[in-house]
């Protein structure tokens, strides 16, 4: 998963439990990936790092940057 363009690439993605995702910033700003109930949280994620989730529950999460919130994607937990 990618952070470019002040946008989540790609913005909707399919896993399955126990899959790792991990989200890159290739922006020059700090984002963060939100969940919008709250069910995980990058915290800032600065430019050039990246954070590493494990998906531990089936579901649709969206989420959003905090920073930007026309950022949004949607992962897809099977």
């Not at 984002?31 to 995980?40: C, E, L, V, W």
């Not at 579901?59 to 992962?75: E, Q």
Request: proline share 4%; net charge negative.
């Amino acid at each position: 998963m990618k952070l470019s363009g002040l946008r989540f690439e790609p913005q909707s993605l399919t896993v399955h439990v126990g899959d790792r995702i991990q989200w890159l910033n290739d922006d020059l700003v700090p984002h963060t990936a939100t969940a919008a109930d709250q069910s995980f949280d990058s915290g800032d994620i600065a430019a050039g790092q990246s954070w590493t989730f494990v998906a531990r529950k089936a579901g649709t999460f969206d989420y959003a940057c905090r920073y930007h919130p026309m950022m949004t994607g949607r992962l897809i937990v099977h």
